[in-house]
């Protein structure tokens, strides 16, 4: 919990597969990390603001709302290359 998390520069342009808000959420990986604060589930959970992103627009980042990505959403896809970079 609380820890800096980033996709480094030399990964950067290794993204995968993603949706437009995937791509989007991974240039932010990139660019500025993110914390660690909910490490309830298996797959990592993102809180964004209601007023500027609808559930509509985020539906692909997390797999139970996603349809047609075999059980793999972006967020699963991004994590697998975040690393710590800080505490």
């Known amino acids: 919990m609380g820890s800096r998390l980033k996709i480094l520069e030399s990964e950067a342009a290794q993204m995968p597969s993603l949706s437009p808000i995937g791509q989007k959420l991974w240039k ?30 985020i539906a692909s980042l997390r797999v139970w709302w996603c349809s047609n990505c075999n059980g793999k959403s972006d967020l699963d ?11």
């Open 28 to 57: 932010q990986f990139v660019q500025y990390g993110c914390l660690g604060v909910d490490t309830s589930y298996e797959s990592p959970a993102i809180y964004v603001d209601p007023l500027t992103v609808t559930a509509d627009e």
């Open 77 to 87: 896809r991004i994590a697998e290359h975040l690393v710590v970079v800080g505490y």
